[in-house]
């Protein structure tokens, strides 16, 4: 959830004054090279360098102030400025959302390798246990959902990295990376240390007492999983750091490689030789540990230092929490509610929650294809609300075609993911209760995944609108009043389709309130004041 650095196109005035003929050789020269520039600048593609568009705006407008030619050239200049903006009137958005996604296409790779590493775990896992498979539930919560709630390590990264580029100041780079990586340190070493000494008692809290199978297989894959706190989250900001330097492929690069780690691991240590569980959770640790080492790696070939390690003075401090809450909120709220999920389904048996284990990996490998959309939204719709050529109609037209791009999207993955569990449920689990579990929550499951990508437009377009205050608000009261439906469906007896249904009325939910909230006609899509005429 990257907030897009603001690209401004300047228009190239014409300006027209009387001059005395001794200065006309000297004009007739300026007024040339003004039309050659004006001509260069036209072919200028959308989304090139700002500062090198700004820089030849102001020569242009320099030297078409000095003076005036002949009737020919300044016809001539005023042919090339008006194709400079009929290329900006009619730049098609398709070819402007390609432009985007060259950047923001390689990075659902970050996005996927995590779920796919889980999804990898469950399907290698349950092939020799059901309990083992259950036990990923609890477990993956303590590990995975909460590495989420550090979400505000990327995006304050990401957009501090990107602020002091725009200044050219490698020192302010270099610093602000430093000062980050030791935030992810110290929440890392507080992540291990909670793990090692309270990691049993939060899934003896989160499972049941009653559970005792679950607990102590979850708590041998919690304890491996947690070694890797630390180099997890520093890892983790010099991914934010390239990523905010518009490098995406660094690491997805170094996600691939750890995913074939953890894909070639888990078959090894659990197939071949019986670790089940425990040789998942090394498999994925080590996976873990490559990647962060890539990306440290990756960054210092930028010419970074990122093994250096400042202490963030308090405003330093203040800064980043300041810039990062309201994303926390909504973060925090999320996962939350994506917790009590799997806490419901632990209290309904074992069968219960490992089917609940299959389908909630598919579906968050599923959903994540739809982040492209919201990078999209975020990069490019702050220049049409607050750039020099701002239009709320173009913002209009933008969101719409992202959201069928999303609806298209949602209705592909929707198909893919439930004809899985549907037509090859034995890719997951043998067990016939299991698989018969599974395909009781098919209708569900294609419904809350159809609904994320264009859920994904629309809260990139509030992030690009800097809406965070109403999207945290928002996410808050929507998971906490699904939190009572699923309270009020599990203890009503229905099984894990009551959890699935509480999981399509939460996004069917946030999709409507956040539709509504864009499409008001003095809300943000059509402040004319703000952006422009409509």
Not at 46 to 66: K, P, R
Not at 290 to 305: Q, R, S, T
Not at 421 to 446: C, G, T, Y
Not at 486 to 497: C, D, P
Request: proline residues 3%; charged residues 15%.
């Amino acid at each position: 959830m990257n907030i897009g650095t603001l690209i401004h196109h300047s228009h190239l005035p014409c300006f027209r004054y009387r001059t005395s003929a001794p200065n006309f050789k000297i004009q007739k020269t300026l007024h040339q090279t003004s039309v050659r520039i004006l001509k260069c600048r036209s072919k200028l593609r959308i989304g090139a360098n700002s500062n090198y568009q700004n820089s030849g705006s102001d020569v242009g407008t320099q030297i078409l102030q000095v003076g005036e030619g002949t009737e020919e050239e300044i016809a001539a200049v005023e042919e090339s400025q008006l194709s400079g903006e009929e290329l900006l009137k009619d730049s098609s958005l398709w070819n402007q959302i390609t432009e985007i996604i060259k950047f923001s296409g390689p990075a659902v790779g970050l996005w996927i390798c995590g779920p796919l590493m889980g999804l990898i775990d469950t399907a290698v896992v349950g092939q020799g246990s059901s309990v083992e498979l259950a036990a990923l539930g609890p477990g993956t919560v303590l590990c995975d959902y909460a590495s989420y709630l550090f979400m505000f390590l990327s995006i304050a990264t990401s957009n501090l990295v990107a602020t002091s580029l725009v200044k050219q100041d490698k020192t302010e780079v270099q610093h602000q990376i430093s000062i980050l990586l030791f935030i992810g340190l110290a929440c890392g070493v507080l992540m291990l240390f909670f793990t090692k000494f309270c990691g049993r008692w939060a899934l003896t809290a989160f499972s049941g007492a009653k559970n005792t199978d679950i607990i102590n297989a979850a708590n041998t894959y919690v304890q491996i999983r947690g070694l890797v706190w630390p180099a997890w989250l520093m890892g983790w900001v010099a991914q934010s750091a390239s990523l905010g330097m518009k490098d995406s492929l660094g690491p997805v690069k170094a996600l691939a490689v750890a995913s074939a780690i953890n894909g070639v691991g888990d078959v090894v240590l659990c197939r071949f030789l019986g670790f089940g569980i425990a040789g998942a959770a090394w498999a994925t640790m080590v996976s873990q540990v490559v990647a962060a080492y890539m990306m440290i790696e990756a960054l210092n070939k930028k010419g970074y230092n990122a093994f250096s390690i400042s202490i963030p003075s308090l405003d330093e401090f203040l800064q980043i929490f300041t810039l990062a809450a309201p994303a926390f909120v909504a973060i925090l709220s999320k996962v939350t509610f994506y917790a009590m999920l799997v806490y419901f389904a632990t209290s309904m048996g074992t069968k219960t929650v490992a089917a609940h284990q299959v389908m909630i990996q598919l579906y968050c490998i599923c959903a994540v294809w739809g982040e492209p959309l919201s990078q999209t939204a975020q990069s490019f719709m702050p220049e049409l609300m607050y750039g020099t050529n701002r239009s709320s109609k173009k913002v209009r037209e933008l969101l719409k075609l992202l959201i069928i791009i999303g609806a298209l999207s949602g209705l592909i993955l929707g198909s893919i993911g439930t004809s899985l569990p549907w037509l090859f449920p034995k890719l997951f689990s043998s067990d016939p209760e299991v698989m018969q579990e599974m395909r009781k929550v098919l209708l569900p499951f294609f419904v809350a995944l159809f609904a994320a990508p264009p859920i994904n437009c629309l809260e990139g377009t509030l992030m690009a609108g800097r809406d965070l205050t109403f999207l945290g608000v928002t996410m808050t009261g929507i998971a906490c009043l699904n939190t009572l439906l699923l309270q009020v469906l599990s203890r009503t007896g229905y099984g894990l389709i009551g959890i699935w249904f509480a999981l399509m009325s939460f996004q069917l939910a946030l999709f409507t309130v956040l539709l509504r909230r864009l499409t008001l006609r003095d809300g943000l899509l059509y402040y004319s004041h703000q952006l422009g005429s409509s």
